[in-house]
Every structure is written in C-alpha cells, then in structure tokens.
C-alpha cells in the first residue's frame, strides 16, 4: 500500500507551508495544480516553491492549473510517470468556462479529446488532473458542474484506482467514483491517503 500526500489550489496561501513540512520519504507527494494565483507576476514564486519542495521530495508529481504560469515545464502536456511502483497518468488541464479562455491552458472538449486519446485504452493506478471529470466533485458555487466532459469520457475508456483533482474550490475534500472507482478533490486542502490495493494491472497504453 502507497501512501499519498495530496493537495490542490493553494493559491500562495498558507497551505504551500503545511504541505511543504509534512513532505518525508513516508509519502509520494502528489499536487494537483493552482499553486499560486497570478499566471503572469508569480513565475519566481512557484519556481522557487517547487524547488524546495523537490529538495525534500524529489519524487514530487505535480499538475500545474490554469492559475500556475505558462512557463512551468510541468506543463509538457499530457503524460505518465512512474512513481514506486505506480503508473501515474498526469492531465494539466481545465475545460473553457466562459465562450474564450481567460486562464493559462483552458482547452475546448475537442482539443482536450485530441490530448488524452493517445492514452485511452490502459490502465493507470492514479489518474492526477487539476479539473475534475464532468459530474464528479465539479459542482460549483452556483450550481453548475463544469467538469471536462472529455475526462469523463476518458474514465470510462481506461482503468484505475484513484482520480484525483482539484479547481473547484466548493468541492473541496469531496468524494465520487466513476466505474466503482474513486475520485477526490483535494482543493485547498492537504490530505493524507492510500491507493486502494489491487483491482488493476496498470499498463501502458497501446503503441500508435
């Protein structure tokens, strides 16, 4: 059993602190996106977070989200890592919310579908996405779920252990599945857990 440090939207808040001082050998850290909250002026903050996070976890994965600047190279796009024995498939995006993107790497549905295709198909322990699928821990404050529905359709074309996401600020520490699978949010919120054992035998998705 693997166990998880989570965590999601921090926004350059207090919990960059807590999160950093419970990093240890114990727990493969995972982050979720939304780190600091000016794409444009907070480059050298999130840098500089980072390394120091890396310093005392180099086995960190991190998704950035539409707050993190556009020059993070965690934003290489869609792809897997491995990590103590775990396939991590990693998807550092958010759907459109309003008619035109207003933050860095919103995507329209098609060209999130375009992004995630070449992964369909496998299996992964953890799926880590900074939004959530549609219909899962992705209702907001007024009412709307504004989940990818390109993820959704990503869920029921693979299989895994555990999602987790964040964005939604009003989900956070909520809980859904999809497929009998676990989803979490994890947004402003630094959570400890373990992968469920078995169900799985993660692969690779097919060569194209």
Same mark, same amino acid.
Request: hydrophobic share 40%.
């Given at each position: 059993?693997?166990?998880?440090?989570?965590?999601?939207?921090?926004?350059?808040?207090?919990?960059?602190?807590?999160?950093?001082?419970?990093? @240890?050998? !114990?727990?493969? +850290?995972?982050?979720? =996106?939304?780190? #600091?909250?000016?794409? *444009?002026?907070? /480059?050298?903050?999130?840098?500089?977070?980072?390394?120091?996070?890396?310093?005392?976890?180099?086995?960190?994965?991190?998704?950035?989200?539409?707050? @993190?600047? !556009?020059?993070? +190279?965690?934003?290489? =796009?869609?792809? #897997?890592?491995?990590? *103590?024995?775990? /396939?991590?498939?990693?998807?550092?995006?958010?759907?459109?919310?309003?008619?035109?993107?207003?933050?860095?790497?919103?995507?329209?549905?098609?060209?999130?579908?375009?992004?995630?295709?070449?992964?369909? =198909?496998?299996?992964?322990?953890?799926?880590?996405?900074?939004?959530?699928?549609?219909?899962?821990?992705?209702?907001?404050?007024?009412?709307?779920?504004?989940?990818?529905?390109?993820?959704?359709?990503?869920?029921?074309?693979?299989?895994?252990?555990?999602?987790?996401?964040?964005?939604?600020?009003?989900?956070?520490?909520?809980?859904?599945?999809?497929?009998?699978?676990?989803?979490?949010?994890?947004?402003?919120?630094?959570?400890?857990?373990?992968?469920?054992?078995?169900?799985?035998?993660?692969?690779?998705?097919?060569?194209?």
């Amino acid at each position: 059993m693997t166990r998880i440090l989570a965590g999601s939207d921090f926004h350059t808040g207090p919990l960059v602190d807590q999160f950093e001082a419970r990093l @240890d050998e !114990d727990r493969l +850290p995972i982050f979720c =996106g939304d780190l #600091v909250d000016r794409p *444009r002026h907070d /480059s050298a903050t999130y840098h500089e977070i980072l390394r120091r996070w890396r310093h005392r976890a180099p086995e960190l994965v991190v998704v950035p989200g539409n707050h @993190d600047p !556009d020059d993070a +190279p965690e934003w290489e =796009g869609v792809r #897997v890592h491995e990590r *103590r024995g775990l /396939s991590i498939l990693a998807i550092p995006v958010i759907p459109i919310l309003y008619k035109i993107p207003s933050w860095t790497h919103e995507y329209s549905e098609a060209r999130i579908a375009e992004m995630v295709e070449p992964f369909a =198909g496998a299996a992964y322990d953890l799926v880590v996405s900074h939004g959530p699928p549609r219909g899962v821990c992705d209702r907001a404050a007024w009412g709307r779920h504004i989940g990818s529905r390109a993820l959704r359709d990503l869920a029921e074309r693979i299989d895994f252990r555990l999602w987790l996401c964040g964005h939604v600020h009003e989900q956070s520490g909520a809980r859904g599945t999809l497929r009998g699978r676990p989803v979490r949010n994890v947004a402003r919120a630094v959570v400890e857990m373990e992968v469920p054992a078995g169900g799985i035998e993660a692969r690779r998705p097919a060569a194209r």
